[in-house]
């Protein structure tokens, strides 16, 4: 079984300062790890993904996360946040490539950015 | 269509009334996942379908849910009986194959109300 915990349910930064974004997993398996952010009134969209290889994984929207196995952590990153970054992230862990397996979220990050 | 699509965006139901929630998927989408996310937390798994087969039903959380995929296209997911704790946002999404490192592509989402 999988679980994720987000550190913060809300984080509130200055625009052009750091976003950081913390998220822990657990998981039996060599996981494959995701971010998603969710806009109001939208559908969550699929910021980056690890899979496998490279454990620095570059996003949309100058977001990158670094997966790091010996402290289970995937965390999401930005250098410099903008206005249009206001939204909720969520991190998500699946064990497998098998067709249907689920995704297990963490329970979301709300990002505020102050002017 | 360009993205899934979900319907109704809102619904209120009474107490005991039956409900159905309908989501259209990519086309050509071979896979079809619905997820429950209650207010201020992250989606949580429901159902998968593959095609038109149920091949995931571990997270419907009682059997006054129910879901069908009848020709592998549109999806329906149908709550009988409703319950104040059924309120929530039901989230449906898809996959070209449905494997678990694959991104999912969200709809917006019905949010229902129980009163």
């Known amino acids: 079984a999988q679980s994720v915990t987000q550190l913060g349910s809300h984080v509130s930064v200055s625009e052009g300062a750091l976003v950081l974004l913390r998220c822990n997993y657990s998981s039996s398996v060599p996981p494959y790890l995701f971010w998603y952010v969710q806009y109001p009134n939208q559908g969550l969209q699929l910021l980056l993904k690890?899979?496998?290889?490279?454990?620095l994984v570059k996003g949309i929207n100058g977001f990158e996360a670094e997966f790091k196995k010996s402290e289970t952590s995937f965390h999401l990153t930005k250098p410099s946040a903008h206005m249009s970054d206001a939204a909720e992230y969520f991190c998500a862990v699946s064990a497998s490539r098998a067709a249907g397996n689920k995704l297990t979220f963490g329970g979301g990050t709300r990002v505020l950015v102050k002017p | 269509g360009a993205g899934v699509s979900q319907s109704p965006r809102y619904k209120v139901a009474k107490r005991g009334q039956d409900v159905a929630l309908r989501c259209d998927p990519i086309?050509?989408?071979?896979?079809l996942f619905w997820y429950q996310q209650a207010l201020g937390q992250g989606p949580e798994f429901l159902t998968y379908f593959q095609n038109e087969a149920q091949l995931d039903k571990s997270g419907l959380p009682s059997d006054r849910f129910f879901a069908e995929r009848p020709e592998g296209s549109v999806s329906t997911l149908k709550i009988q009986r409703t319950q104040q704790e059924d309120s929530a946002v039901y989230l449906c999404?898809?996959?070209?194959?449905?494997?678990?490192?694959?991104?999912?592509?969200f709809g917006s989402g019905t949010q229902l109300s129980v009163l």
């Open positions: 086309s050509g989408h071979v896979s």
């Open positions: 690890y899979t496998t290889g490279a454990t």
């Open positions: 999404a898809s996959s070209r194959q449905g494997g678990g490192n694959e991104k999912l592509f």
